[in-house]
Protein backbone atom coordinates (compact mmCIF):
# COMPACT_ATOMS: atom_id res chain seq x y z
CA UNK A 1 0.00 0.00 0.00
CA UNK A 2 1.21 3.38 -0.53
CA UNK A 3 1.12 6.12 1.77
CA UNK A 4 -0.36 8.62 -0.98
CA UNK A 5 -3.41 6.57 -1.28
CA UNK A 6 -4.56 6.98 2.31
CA UNK A 7 -4.77 9.68 4.39
CA UNK A 8 -5.38 9.39 8.25
CA UNK A 9 -8.21 8.88 10.19
CA UNK A 10 -6.80 12.01 12.65
CA UNK A 11 -6.19 14.27 9.72
CA UNK A 12 -9.19 13.83 7.74
CA UNK A 13 -11.48 14.62 10.82
CA UNK A 14 -9.47 17.69 11.44
CA UNK A 15 -9.57 18.92 8.19
CA UNK A 16 -13.82 17.82 7.96
CA UNK A 17 -14.41 19.26 11.98
CA UNK A 18 -15.87 15.63 12.70
CA UNK A 19 -15.27 13.24 15.44
CA UNK A 20 -12.95 10.36 14.62
CA UNK A 21 -15.71 7.99 16.19
CA UNK A 22 -17.91 8.94 13.31
CA UNK A 23 -15.41 7.33 11.16
CA UNK A 24 -14.77 4.33 13.23
CA UNK A 25 -18.78 3.48 13.22
CA UNK A 26 -18.98 4.18 9.39
CA UNK A 27 -16.64 1.39 9.56
CA UNK A 28 -18.07 -0.92 12.28
CA UNK A 29 -21.22 -0.75 9.69
CA UNK A 30 -19.25 -1.33 6.75
CA UNK A 31 -19.37 1.69 4.93
CA UNK A 32 -16.06 2.54 4.34
CA UNK A 33 -12.91 0.62 5.12
CA UNK A 34 -9.76 1.64 7.44
CA UNK A 35 -6.28 0.60 6.92
CA UNK A 36 -3.33 0.54 8.46
CA UNK A 37 -0.22 2.44 7.62
CA UNK A 38 2.41 2.31 10.26
CA UNK A 39 0.28 1.31 13.13
CA UNK A 40 -2.20 4.48 12.24
CA UNK A 41 -5.62 4.57 11.53
CA UNK A 42 -6.15 5.71 7.56
CA UNK A 43 -8.84 5.98 4.65
CA UNK A 44 -8.45 5.28 1.37
CA UNK A 45 -8.31 8.54 -0.56
CA UNK A 46 -10.79 6.70 -3.15
CA UNK A 47 -13.67 6.68 -0.04
CA UNK A 48 -12.72 10.56 0.70
CA UNK A 49 -16.25 11.42 -1.94
CA UNK A 50 -18.51 8.39 -0.47
CA UNK A 51 -17.34 9.94 3.17
CA UNK A 52 -18.29 13.13 2.63
CA UNK A 53 -21.93 12.10 1.70
CA UNK A 54 -22.54 10.33 4.86
CA UNK A 55 -21.22 13.38 6.66
CA UNK A 56 -23.50 15.36 4.92
CA UNK A 57 -26.21 12.57 5.96
CA UNK A 58 -25.33 12.43 9.77
CA UNK A 59 -24.48 16.23 10.56
CA UNK A 60 -26.62 18.23 8.13
CA UNK A 61 -30.12 15.95 7.77
CA UNK A 62 -29.55 14.53 11.32
CA UNK A 63 -29.62 10.80 9.90
CA UNK A 64 -28.17 8.12 13.06
CA UNK A 65 -25.95 5.59 11.74
CA UNK A 66 -28.13 3.04 11.39
CA UNK A 67 -30.19 5.20 9.01
CA UNK A 68 -27.46 5.69 7.44
CA UNK A 69 -26.73 2.36 6.42
CA UNK A 70 -29.73 1.78 5.40
CA UNK A 71 -29.93 4.64 3.08
CA UNK A 72 -26.48 3.86 1.39
CA UNK A 73 -27.70 -0.05 1.00
CA UNK A 74 -30.31 1.71 -0.81
CA UNK A 75 -28.65 3.92 -2.40
CA UNK A 76 -26.06 1.47 -3.91
CA UNK A 77 -29.05 -1.08 -4.81
CA UNK A 78 -30.83 2.01 -7.05
CA UNK A 79 -27.31 2.60 -8.95
CA UNK A 80 -27.04 -1.42 -9.72
CA UNK A 81 -30.69 -0.99 -11.14
CA UNK A 82 -30.24 1.76 -13.43
CA UNK A 83 -26.54 0.36 -14.28
CA UNK A 84 -28.80 -2.53 -15.43
CA UNK A 85 -31.45 -1.01 -16.90
CA UNK A 86 -28.78 0.93 -19.04
CA UNK A 87 -27.29 -2.27 -20.71
CA UNK A 88 -30.79 -3.68 -21.08
CA UNK A 89 -31.58 -0.37 -23.15
CA UNK A 90 -27.99 -0.87 -25.29
CA UNK A 91 -28.94 -4.56 -25.94
CA UNK A 92 -32.24 -3.01 -27.04
CA UNK A 93 -30.63 -0.81 -29.28
CA UNK A 94 -28.41 -3.11 -30.63
CA UNK A 95 -31.23 -5.87 -31.27
CA UNK A 96 -33.60 -2.85 -32.95
CA UNK A 97 -30.92 -1.65 -35.26
CA UNK A 98 -30.03 -5.25 -36.42
CA UNK A 99 -33.29 -5.86 -37.90
Known amino acids: ?13 QHYDIPEQFIIALSEYELVEIATENSTPCIYVTEIQTIEKLIRFHFELDINIEGIHAISNLLNKVERLQEDVK ?12 T
Open 1 to 13: METKNVITITEFC
Open 87 to 98: ALNNKLTFYESG
